[in-house]
């Protein structure tokens, strides 16, 4: 790394820290689900679905939505789901550092793929017809 690097490099991540840029969620969760696009359905897998399916890793998609405590993704994991364009695109609308960005993903990332999983009409059991709603 060259000494420019270094240096903007540390000026960055000051900024962040000074913003408390990294600790702002919902612009990059926004940003998540406009790239994600609709909830998925078994006949409508999502892009993020499709990509991991492409790339050998749709069992660490569905471990995402299985499990309420996922670990943070992988950076490996993050560059293979989402285009450099689109992680640019993620830094542009948070105004995050690239670092902070890549940082940010990997910890939203499972949890939002889990909550999608579970606001996917799809995967809940069908409503029983004897149940009756209480009395006002």
Excluded: Y
């Excluded at 540390?10 to 820290?17: E, K, N, R, Y």
């Excluded at 890793?57 to 364009?85: D, H, N, Y």
């Excluded at 690239?98 to 990997?106: F, G, N, W």
């Amino acid at each position: 790394m060259t000494f420019l690097q270094t240096v903007t490099t540390a000026i960055s991540q000051v900024g962040d820290f000074v913003t408390a840029a990294a600790f702002d969620k919902s612009g990059l969760l926004t940003a998540l689900n406009e790239v994600l696009g609709p909830i998925p359905r078994p006949d409508r897998p999502s892009k993020l679905e499709q990509r991991a399916q492409a790339a050998g890793m749709i069992g660490t998609i569905r471990r995402w939505q299985a499990s309420p405590k996922s670990p943070p993704a992988t950076e490996r994991e993050v560059r293979t789901f989402f285009l450099p364009e689109e992680l640019d695109r993620f830094s542009d609308q948070t105004g995050l550092t690239d670092t902070a960005t890549i940082r940010m993903v990997r910890k939203l990332l499972p949890l939002c793929v889990r909550l999608r999983a579970i606001h996917d009409p799809s995967l809940k059991p069908p409503a029983d017809p004897d149940e009756q709603l209480p009395a006002a």
